[in-house]
């Protein structure tokens, strides 16, 4: 499995920008999809986005759809997710994952074997 390590959280007020970091380490990073899930209190685990091997396609819930951003380097093995017009209901945490390798990336977390231990996201009103 690869290791995963997300990073760039914090505390935003509604309307603003964070961008996430997440550095993998263990396998080839290009083999891997990558995915980006969040958990609020109370709430189950929900998909962000998720981008392929290349970078080159990225799917996203409609809940960010046109404010989230993911890319990726695969030199320096990093997963990006850029945060824009942040909402108070963006406050989650927030997750990099990784399906087994050569795997299309799906919605579905129960599809991904490996995860990072998540970084905190508040956005204040």
């Known amino acids: 499995q690869v290791q995963l390590v997300e990073s760039g959280g914090g505390v935003v007020q509604a309307g603003g920008s964070l961008r996430l970091s997440c550095a993998a380490s263990?396998?080839?990073?290009?083999?891997?999809?990558m995915g980006w899930f969040r958990q609020a209190p109370g709430k189950e685990r929900e998909f962000v986005g998720a981008?392929?091997?290349?970078?080159?396609?990225?799917i996203y819930a409609d809940s960010v759809k046109g404010r989230f951003t993911i890319s990726r380097d695969n030199a320096k093995n990093t997963v990006y997710l850029q945060m824009n017009s942040l909402k108070p209901e963006d406050t989650a945490v927030y997750y990099c994952?990784?399906?087994?390798?050569?795997?299309?990336?799906?919605?579905?977390?129960?599809?991904?074997?490996?995860w990072g231990q998540g970084t905190q996201v508040t956005v204040s009103s």
């Open positions: 981008i392929s091997w290349s970078g080159g396609s990225a």
């Open positions: 994952a990784a399906p087994t390798p050569f795997t299309v990336a799906t919605p579905r977390a129960s599809d991904f074997a490996s």
């Open positions: 263990g396998r080839t990073f290009s083999n891997y999809a």
